[in-house]
């Protein structure tokens, strides 16, 4: 797809510079900043959460005291310097603070006494907590190590940091030495923080008793920016906010784009029929398919692929919106509108009233489900049945899908990944056994 029709007849210099760029662009690791994420990836250093969960429904964060099974004697064990370059799990006081964040802005009605803007929503409230985590992991790693962190004490962590500029100056500055540019993913983490400190609904603005976890921290922290915030709380979110927002612009102003998201599809988006091109992808994967009796997973796996971008293609949903797609096999009772509102995700189903597959989601599960496009009134499809596209969807229903699921549980979406089995349970398992026929 990538090479032009007329690049066998090319001069030899042209078809390598070519093949170079596609090795750069397309081929995956292969970018100077994708050289920079593989390596970073070997350096863990964030702080998890255990005791807030945020997978499989609404999100609800469990009791702190009950889901957090450090206790403060656990917590100094884990102050070594080797253990803090990996990851680890947060010290009780920080979690039982993150769990009461992400219960203020995800629960349904804000608690009495407290002012809130906006709610966030799974997805959100899950990237919130991971970010966190990674600039708290940044503060706690030791400076000797290959992540050279700012080696701050576990048990010194908390969310009243958060309003002190040195800290913040420190962690964007770390990020930038790290990658060698700026970008917005800087931009985003100090529009949390402004959102933290807002004046009447910011969380932290709202917690006061932060401050009196918090330890001076040389060169981070001085102990006259801790009086002065003890004795004018509201005082100290404000010059707080004021720096954030104007570090905010400065980042803006020099921060850059690593590379652009659609350059690898430019030569799809350009064609005269970009529907024409991505047919061939289609086509080439039916022209590959492996044989579904002697290689069953990579058939399954085939026929997934080809799913993906057919559905893709007729559907134009987000990756979260196909991913969370679930199905209801022929004959089966469709899930209910109502059910899948609350579940906010969407169903394929059969209808028998249209003879044919229906993609039936509700407009509360998509990104912009505020937009005049839905009319609060969910989005319906029937599927045509093009090209084989029932042939295949049918096949994958009945057989393909559930030899990738093998002997996992059934987590009723429609695209599933492959499960595999370790080497010893499939030495002592029989081979999966499957239907006959269906292609």
Request: aromatic share 10%.
């Amino acid at each position: 797809m990538h090479l032009p029709d007329d690049f066998s007849s090319l001069p030899f210099t042209k078809r390598e510079e070519i093949l170079d760029w596609v090795r750069r662009v397309i081929i995956s690791g292969s970018t100077d900043y994708r050289r920079y994420q593989a390596a970073a990836t070997k350096q863990r250093y964030a702080i998890r959460f255990p005791g807030v969960t945020y997978g499989g429904g609404p999100l609800s964060p469990r009791s702190p005291t009950l889901a957090i099974t450090a206790n403060k004697n656990t917590t100094e064990t884990l102050e070594d310097p080797d253990l803090l370059s990996g990851v680890v799990d947060a010290p009780p006081r920080l979690a039982m603070e993150m769990a009461d964040l992400i219960r203020f802005k995800t629960s349904t009605l804000t608690a009495i006494g407290f002012q809130r803007n906006g709610v966030w929503g799974e997805e959100t409230a899950s990237q919130k907590i991971e970010h966190l985590g990674l600039m708290f992991g940044a503060l706690a790693a030791s400076p000797a190590g290959g992540v050279k962190g700012r080696g701050v004490p576990l048990s010194h962590l908390t969310f009243g940091l958060l309003i002190f500029p040195g800290v913040w100056d420190w962690y964007l500055q770390w990020r930038e030495q790290r990658r060698g540019f700026y970008t917005k993913w800087e931009e985003d983490m100090l529009m949390v923080a402004q959102a933290l400190t807002r004046a009447e609904v910011g969380w932290i603005r709202q917690h006061p008793e932060l401050l009196k976890n918090v330890r001076p921290l040389e060169g981070l922290i001085a102990p006259e920016e801790i009086e002065f915030a003890i004795r004018d709380w509201h005082g100290a979110c404000d010059a707080f906010h004021r720096h954030a927002a104007n570090r905010s612009k400065e980042v803006q102003r020099v921060m850059r784009v690593h590379r652009d998201p659609f350059e690898p599809i430019m030569c799809v988006l350009e064609a005269d029929s970009p529907l024409a091109e991505y047919r061939k992808i289609t086509d080439e994967i039916l022209n590959r398919m492996p044989d579904k009796d002697r290689y069953p997973r990579a058939a399954a796996e085939a026929v997934r692929s080809f799913l993906l971008l057919r559905l893709g293609l007729h559907l134009g949903l987000r990756q979260k919106n196909l991913r969370q797609l679930r199905v209801c096999p022929r004959g089966h009772f469709p899930t209910s509108e109502r059910r899948l509102q609350d579940m906010k995700c969407g169903e394929l189903r059969w209808s028998d009233r249209e003879q044919g597959w229906e993609v039936l989601i509700p407009s509360v599960a998509f990104k912009n489900s505020g937009s005049s496009f839905f009319g609060q009134k969910p989005f319906r499809l029937i599927l045509p049945d093009l090209l084989d596209l029932y042939k295949y969807l049918e096949a994958y229903i009945d057989r393909h899908r559930g030899v990738l699921l093998g002997p996992a549980k059934d987590p009723g979406t429609l695209f599933v990944k492959t499960v595999r089995r370790p080497v010893w349970m499939r030495r002592m398992t029989p081979q999966l056994s499957t239907k006959p026929g269906g292609p």
